[in-house]
């Protein structure tokens, strides 16, 4: 038997949700997808599949109380408690958030938070993560992209080593310091390059892709209007908004909550920051912007009196273990990660 399945059943869990009861957790994940049979194409970023998160939530149903955002921010502000409450939010405005998922949370009478990134509804064209994802799994020979003095080879047909290197890669391009501007740049050249040779493109399959496929509008708003969703802004173009300048900081952030507001005709008061990206004057110039919450990708719980715009969220692992569910959505595994922080500080 695994650690977390001991202390699953030796109670651990149970205490720690009654030490813990007045904490907010936070779910998230990018989509949820059908069977792989089904899809044209394995995102080699793994995904989970609608099989697997109803199971998970069904797990968390026993266990939390699930709210909306509303009751979210009345939990935090000290407005109402609940007790173990559980917020389920999806990023970036995937099609698959309502097509798959939305009738598991349905079910269940769950209202999730949607962060849409206003410049990619209605297939207006792939995210750059997903473009690329998609052109270097057509590959026939090895291809090499230099950053740099580094060099990041991907393989055809080793899926394993494609997704290992892709992570290397994108991790590296993150940590250079680059505006946003000069990111997106690189990797939107690299597509370019990867489609002119292959002859592929997300782009030509993206309408009927059930991952890749973005929201639309008029999706968005029907469900805002009969009260299935809430609708948070993701920016425009995914634009980490502290490798901006000012000026283009504050447009992703207005511009986006003007959009939204537009198509659903209610107040768009909730923020997410793409990649989990922030810092202090982020967090001053979402709240300038008209923002009431922001949600962050910092790991962990969140109790009353917490700091509104830096929110804390736990990802929905893309594989079941009612164990690990368990452990992810009561903090456990967040006190673990906080105690060898404590000891490495030490």
């Known amino acids: ?60 149903s026993q266990h939390h109380e699930w709210v909306d955002l509303d009751g979210a921010l009345r939990h935090l502000r000290g407005e109402h408690r609940y007790r173990n409450p559980v917020l389920m939010t999806f990023d970036d405005g995937y099609r698959n958030n309502l097509d798959i998922a939305l009738p598991v949370l349905e079910a269940q009478g769950i209202k999730p938070l949607l962060f849409v990134t206003t410049g990619y509804l209605n297939n207006a064209r792939p995210f750059w993560f997903d473009r690329f994802d998609y052109v270097i799994q057509q590959i026939d020979r090895p291809w090499t992209l230099r950053v740099d003095t580094r060099e990041f080879t991907f393989r055809p047909g080793v899926a394993s080593q494609m997704a290992r290197v892709y992570q290397q890669l994108r991790g590296y391009a993150k940590r250079k310091g680059w505006e946003d501007h000069e990111f997106h740049d690189f990797f939107s050249d690299a597509c370019r390059e990867l489609e002119s040779y292959t002859g592929k493109s997300l782009a030509v399959i993206q309408a009927d892709d059930p991952w890749s496929a973005t929201v639309s509008g008029e999706q968005l708003r029907d469900a805002v209007h009969r009260n299935a969703i809430d609708v948070g802004s993701h920016t425009i173009d995914h ?80 594989r079941f273990s009612e164990a690990q569910v368990e452990a992810l959505s009561c903090g456990a595994l967040s006190l673990k990660e906080n105690f060898n922080n404590w000891l490495s500080s030490v």
């Not at 049979?37 to 998160?53: C, I, N």
């Not at 901006?244 to 986006?256: F, T």
Request: aromatic share 8%.
């Open 1 to 60: 038997m695994s650690l977390l399945g001991l202390m699953k059943n030796t109670g651990c869990y149970a205490a720690i949700r009654a030490f813990r009861q007045d904490a907010l957790t936070v779910l998230t994940a990018h989509g949820v997808v059908p069977p792989a049979s089904q899809l044209p194409w394995q995102p080699l970023r793994e995904q989970v599949d609608v099989e697997t998160f109803a199971r998970q939530i069904d797990v968390i």
């Open 239 to 318: 634009m980490r908004i502290d490798k901006l300048n000012p000026q283009d900081r504050m447009r992703q952030l207005v511009e986006s909550r003007r959009i939204l507001e537009e198509i659903t005709g209610k107040p768009c008061i909730s923020f997410c920051y793409p990649n989990g990206d922030w810092d202090h004057q982020s967090t001053v110039d979402v709240a300038q912007a008209g923002y009431q919450i922001a949600f962050s990708v910092d790991g962990g719980l969140n109790r009353p009196g917490t700091n509104l715009y830096t929110i804390r969220r736990v990802f929905v692992p893309t």
